[in-house]
């Protein structure tokens, strides 16, 4: 049996980009694999060096063509994967026909929990993170929580889940930044120098809500950037949210805003921004904290269901705020 994953076997309408153009990804045996591409009267498949039976490219009938990404390998979760076709495959997949290049293909699609599944198991690896959490947030706004977590308690979907994100880790880990926050307040903001004109705990307290950020309520030493994990999730779920989404409003501001340190230029600027625009910035900040600044139980928390679904419903109205604050900022590096 071929699998269709990927936003190709996602129901039309969960994604708000086209996905028509998207890549086709399957996951097929070794031998299905030599019988699939059989069909076609051009085969362009690159096969990684690194990962034998990993294939990406184009096949291709006459003028009809698709950019594949096939996974042929003899991997564990592949094989779980079969196995839960071969227990019950009404359960966990729905059969489907596609068309690829004028040819027909029957194909087992999972069922959206275990789609969602997939795209959770590889979601912290920085390899086009963008699409990928983008993704994920959408299919997480039409996901059922309480069905995601009754799937989780089949053995074979469960084992499936983990041996995917292991494999993901495995890939990608190198790849990913390593970042100590167990340092100095000025030693960790150090390294950010060179983009960052304001002082960054000033910007914090600009756009808080009522001028106390959250992460006060979360470090052991103030004096230290660690944020303690125990009292974190101490705090109610509102907090929670306000802390990343203060953290995130601030990266974006410094990273996509503020590109000089003139504040009747800056005032000027926010003053004809509008919602969407506060907004833009607040997500692309967002995209950045979750790839790059979290890590171990505290980002699985930012990833859970809940919490995607409120940080990307909402946001600051970081523009108002930061208007009125603009002359209480100090340069970096200033004393307050």
Request: net charge neutral; glycine share 4%; hydrophobic share 35%.
């Amino acid at each position: 049996m071929i699998f269709l994953i990927g936003s190709r076997a996602l129901p039309d309408n969960i994604l708000e980009r086209d996905i028509k153009n998207s890549d086709i990804d399957l996951i097929m045996s070794d031998s299905n694999y030599q019988d699939f591409i059989s069909q076609f009267k051009t085969v362009n498949l690159k096969e990684s060096s690194k990962y034998p039976g990993k294939y990406l490219g184009i096949v291709s009938n006459g003028n009809k063509f698709e950019q594949l990404e096939i996974d042929a390998t003899d991997n564990q979760s592949n094989h779980i994967l079969r196995k839960m076709y071969v227990r019950n495959y009404k359960k966990y997949f729905t059969i489907q026909n596609i068309s690829i290049c004028g040819i027909n293909f029957e194909v087992a699609v999972p069922k959206l929990e275990i789609s969602y599944l997939i795209k959770k198991s590889h979601i912290k690896c920085p390899v086009n993170f963008d699409k990928n959490y983008s993704d994920y947030v959408q299919i997480s706004k039409k996901i059922n929580k309480s069905n995601v977590e009754l799937f989780l308690q089949d053995e074979y979907v469960k084992e499936f889940y983990i041996e995917r994100y292991n494999e993901a880790k495995e890939r990608f880990e190198n790849k990913q930044k390593k970042i100590n926050f167990n340092v100095p307040n000025e030693k960790f903001f150090k390294k950010s120098e060179g983009f960052r004109i304001f002082d960054h705990d000033n910007l914090h307290v600009a756009i808080a809500r009522n001028g106390v950020p959250v992460y006060t309520k979360c470090k052991r030493d103030p004096n230290k950037a660690l944020i303690d994990n125990d009292m974190y999730f101490d705090l109610s779920f509102e907090d929670q949210a306000s802390m990343i989404m203060e953290e995130a409003t601030v990266i974006g501001i410094e990273r996509f805003f503020l590109d000089t340190d003139d504040l009747e230029v800056i005032k000027n600027r926010i003053k004809n921004m509008d919602a969407t625009d506060a907004e833009s910035i607040y997500k692309k900040g967002l995209y950045k904290f979750v790839r790059d600044l979290c890590k171990g139980d505290f980002q699985d928390h930012v990833l859970t269901i809940e919490m995607t679904n409120y940080i990307n419903s909402n946001y600051i109205p970081w523009h108002l705020y930061l208007h009125d604050a603009i002359h209480n900022l100090t340069k970096q590096g200033e004393l307050v």
